[in-house]
């Protein structure tokens, strides 16, 4: 599955659909941000996280979806399931990425 860009409208809407959502946000002056793409992206494809769909989100750009998980620091991982922020962190590990997936995932 794709890594779908959302702004601040799209944002309730996608986390809103009873899926399990995990939130990628970013800056565009953030180099650990541009590092960690294409892991996401991989991640976004791999067929263990089929349920899941992966969001991004420009913090800078977006207030309303980065209060929504309590952003702190970029890059910054949120998984969301039935609209509701169940964990979020600013992390740049595909370990603890990967953790926070498993606490989403049926």
């Known amino acids: 599955m794709a890594v779908i860009a959302v702004n601040d409208q799209e944002f309730e809407q996608h986390i809103s659909t009873g899926r399990a959502v995990i939130v990628k946000y970013f800056a565009d002056w953030c180099g650990s941000c541009k590092l960690f793409a294409p892991k996401y992206t991989r991640l976004s494809n ?8 992966f969001l991004e989100v420009n913090a800078e750009l977006c207030a309303q979806a980065r209060q929504a998980a309590g952003v702190d620091n970029l890059p910054f991982f949120a998984v969301f399931k039935d609209g509701k922020l169940i964990e979020g962190t600013a992390t740049a590990k595909e370990d603890t990425v990967l953790n926070l997936l498993a606490k989403v995932i049926s």
């Not at 791999?46 to 769909?53: G, L, M």
Request: charged share 50%; glycine share 0%.
């Open 46 to 53: 791999d067929e263990r996280f089929n349920s899941v769909e």
